[in-house]
């Protein structure tokens, strides 16, 4: 079974600082790998996803994530906060087409002028 | 942009009662999901579908629900007799067209919002 871990629950930055989230998966199988933003009143969005090939993923909105099997992580950065990106983030694992997401607990993202 | 579209966007009803959750996923989608989050939580799994029976459920989805796939563009959650605990947000997901068959992205409604009183 897999199962993913987000550390911090609530991240605070500052508008132009980095964003830096955390997500750590265990998976028997090799993952397919999402990160899904929630904004308030609002349904989850893909922001970017890891299936095969390049560990560095590009999503949308100036995020990207890094898939490293070593460590079993798939943090997600953004160089530069900016207002429009708080919001709640959750990082999913899936280990084959057609199965379900197991979700992470989320983290909840403050962005201060 | 094709999208999955879920009603009632709110469903307020007293406890004991039925409800039903209604979805239209994406049409050429061939799996189907139901997942629940109870407000300041986890997003968590209900059910799959496909193929017109369900493929895995958890443990969350005990008798009091069901899933239907009434004709060629629904996909229903009832609950049979609502408890307070069923409040929550419920998110229908679907997936499996051609394209991103191989990535396992799966497609969210909006939502919908029940409020057991």
């Known amino acids: 079974a897999q199962s993913v871990t987000q550390l911090g629950s609530h991240v605070s930055v500052s508008e132009g600082a980095l964003v830096l989230l955390r997500c750590n998966y265990s998976?028997?199988?090799?993952?397919?790998l999402f990160w899904y933003v929630q904004y308030p009143n609002q349904g989850l969005q893909l922001l970017l996803k890891?299936?095969?090939?390049?560990?560095l993923v590009k999503g949308i909105n100036g995020f990207e994530a890094e898939f490293k099997k070593s460590e079993t992580s798939f943090h997600l950065t953004k160089p530069s906060a900016h207002m429009s990106d708080a919001a709640e983030y959750f990082c999913a694992v899936s280990v084959t087409a057609g199965n379900k997401l197991t979700f992470g607990g989320g983290t909840r993202v403050l962005v201060k002028p | 942009e094709p999208e999955v579209t879920q009603t009632p966007s709110h469903q307020v009803t007293q406890m004991g009662q039925e409800v039903i959750l209604r979805c239209v996923p994406i049409?050429?989608?061939?799996?189907f999901y139901w997942y629940r989050q109870i407000l300041g939580q986890k997003v968590e799994f209900l059910v799959s579908f496909y193929n017109n029976e369900i493929s895995e459920k958890s443990e969350i989805f005990d008798d009091q629900f069901s899933v239907e796939r009434p004709d060629g563009s629904n996909f229903t959650l009832k609950i049979r007799s609502t408890k307070l605990e069923d409040s929550a947000m419920y998110f229908c997901?679907?997936?499996?067209?051609?394209?991103?068959?191989?990535?396992?992205?799966?497609?969210f409604g909006e939502g919908s919002r029940l409020t057991v009183l």
């Open positions: 997901a679907s997936s499996g067209d051609p394209e991103t068959l191989n990535t396992g992205e799966l497609f």
């Open positions: 890891y299936t095969t090939g390049a560990t």
């Open positions: 998976s028997s199988v090799p993952p397919y």
């Open positions: 049409s050429n989608h061939l799996y």
